[in-house]
């Protein structure tokens, strides 16, 4: 009678090890850990999140991809899926526009506000998300929560890249002089997604990496 529970319970062990692994195996079910930044305030790194293949994202969703870098080889990112076949997408003044509507606006994004020093007591951020420009070195820049800022009312102003002011990266993949803050609009083509880092100043994304296929879609998160 003393042993019976025991094997019940090495029993279901065994089973849901092997569930597990199956869903390891082929994507069912898999948990993994996040260590970019570009997923910020959503997805924290460091911690362990569920991805599934079994649900087809939709728009806004976050997923998992496969991404080619060519300075560091393959990744695996975790985005918002922004855009889907068909879509036509703009970021004018920093904000995305979906087929004409205002995508951010139900979001909670990390952008970069400007700051003057004489109010940096007065807000909280992160010291190694902070940088100046010189020789202006009494206002310096600080990626914020949207939603903290608002909120709080507080002293500074988002900073925004100029139109026509040409980022290298997104030149080279998109042959138009945009920026992070200034892009498109753009169709995405069959077969292709578009992803944004909410951490959107600090996110390697389809603004660098271009359309994203779908054939590199890894899953869906299922759980945050």
């Not at 939709?58 to 855009?83: K, M, N, S």
């Not at 004489?118 to 929560?145: C, G, H, K, M």
Request: net charge positive; proline share 7%; hydrophobic share 40%.
């Amino acid at each position: 009678m003393i042993l019976k529970p025991l094997y019940i319970s090495i029993l279901l062990s065994a089973l849901l090890i092997g569930l597990w692994l199956i869903g390891r195996a082929t994507g069912l079910l898999q948990f993994f850990r996040v260590t970019s930044k570009a997923g910020l305030p959503v997805i924290k790194p460091g911690r362990i999140y569920l991805r599934s293949n079994l649900k087809k994202p939709g728009r806004f969703d976050l997923i998992c991809f496969r991404a080619l870098l060519p300075e560091t080889g393959p990744v695996i990112y975790t985005q918002r899926l922004c855009g889907l076949p068909g879509d036509a997408l703009e970021i004018k003044a920093g904000v995305l526009y979906v087929n004409g509507m205002n995508a951010d606006r139900d979001l909670n994004l990390i952008n970069i506000y400007k700051i003057e020093q004489e109010d940096s007591d007065r807000i909280q951020y992160d010291p190694r998300q902070v940088y100046t420009i010189p020789p202006y070195n009494d206002t310096f820049y600080a990626a914020l929560e949207d939603k903290y800022v608002q909120h709080n009312q507080l002293p500074c102003e988002r900073y925004v890249l100029p139109p026509g002011l040409r980022d290298g990266i997104i030149f080279q993949v998109y042959k138009r002089n945009w920026n992070l803050d200034n892009f498109g609009p753009v169709k995405v083509p069959a077969g292709r997604f578009f992803v944004l880092g909410d951490n959107r100043g600090n996110a390697t994304d389809s603004r660098h990496l271009g359309f994203i296929a779908q054939k590199d879609l890894i899953g869906t998160m299922l759980w945050k």
